[in-house]
């Protein structure tokens, strides 16, 4: 079985691989009984190493095997598995694998489905940090930026940057273009450039065709996995070649955990049509942020006494308005990878332009 998989495991093709593997993969895997020591996993983890696979995302039950012993014997372990390789995300980046207990069998069923490859939804306004590298940049911004507004304060700030994702959608489109494209467009040209200059070793115009060629390539290398590192959420790098495969595979796999096509109710019946399942989530928080609830208590007054209390000072202090510096502290402390706000901005945009915006936004 292990020759078989890691053979398996060097196919372009893509696969899955499911069934009664017997064996748990994690310390959470089991419930009731003796834990799962660290020795046992070694073994299975090597497997998963070798074999370059991923566990395919889930629903319905985690444990799929128990026992059916009465009172504390009890025990119920993960032990049936879905494992798939990178290329199978590519091709079917919606499916999902889908545990159910069965009345005749001590196992779960696992069905995976399969969604078909369209666009579900549509698709939210996403601040790149790459964007500020790109010279037209920071003149694209500020012209938008500039026009004339009825508004002031904060909903001023709203609907210029509302106005302004605008202007940076039809900015990526028609400026900045497939950043993946450019990127290997641009190694290409500078590969073609070497051997240029190498085949002519005394023509030194080939030489400044290769100095242009590198700083092309050193800004789109830049752009293209500032981009990676985002859309990952990864922030560190070990590998050569800036470990540009890791972060794609990242990104798939990240893609594929946080999308949500199906649930199950709480019948056990599986809801995939995407429309019910955005009514069904809808009006789901709709229930808990739509209503409204008072306070079951009165503050005691007497117990907060008890306690440590706030000085004269330190309560005025508190009300004392927030400093320009205060703002741009707390706004340059946030990372530019952190996840962006409602309206698609994140820190790195305000990092970028603060010069020219930061008297306003403060």
Sequence with gaps: MERVTKDISLSDKAWIILGDFNAPFSGMDKSGGKPISALELVDYLQWLEDTHVESLKSIGSYFTWTNNKDGPARIYSKIDHVFMNENWLDFFPHSTAVFRWEVVSDHCSYVVTILPMEKLGFKLFRFFNFWA????????????????????????????TMR????????????????????????????????????????????????????????????YHSFLAQRSKITWLRKGDMNTSFFHACLKK??????????????????????????????????????????????????????????????????????????RASLFGIPITKSLGPDGFGSGFFKVVWQDIGDEVC
């Design 133 to 160: 590298d790109h010279h037209d940049f920071k003149e694209v911004v500020m012209n938008s930026w500039r026009l004339p507004i009825k508004v002031t304060g904060l909903r001023a700030i709203y609907l210029k």
């Design 164 to 223: 302004l994702k605008h202007r940076l959608k039809k900015f990526n489109r028609d400026n900045v273009g497939d950043i993946g494209l450019n990127y290997h467009k641009a190694k290409e040209t500078y590969q073609e450039a070497q051997l240029l200059a190498q085949s002519h070793p005394h023509d030194y115009s080939f030489q400044e065709v290769v100095k242009e060629a590198v700083a092309a390539f050193s800004v789109q290398e830049h752009m």
């Design 254 to 327: 990240r893609r594929a955990e946080n999308f949500i096509a199906s649930y199950i109710t709480d019948q056990g019946n599986l809801v995939d049509n995407f429309p019910e399942v955005v009514s069904h989530f809808v009006e789901h928080f709709r229930g808990y942020l739509g209503s409204s609830s008072s306070t079951t208590g009165r503050i005691d007054l007497h117990c907060i006494e008890m306690g440590s209390n706030l000085s004269v000072d330190q309560q005025l202090m508190l009300l004392e308005p927030f400093s320009r510096k205060e703002i």
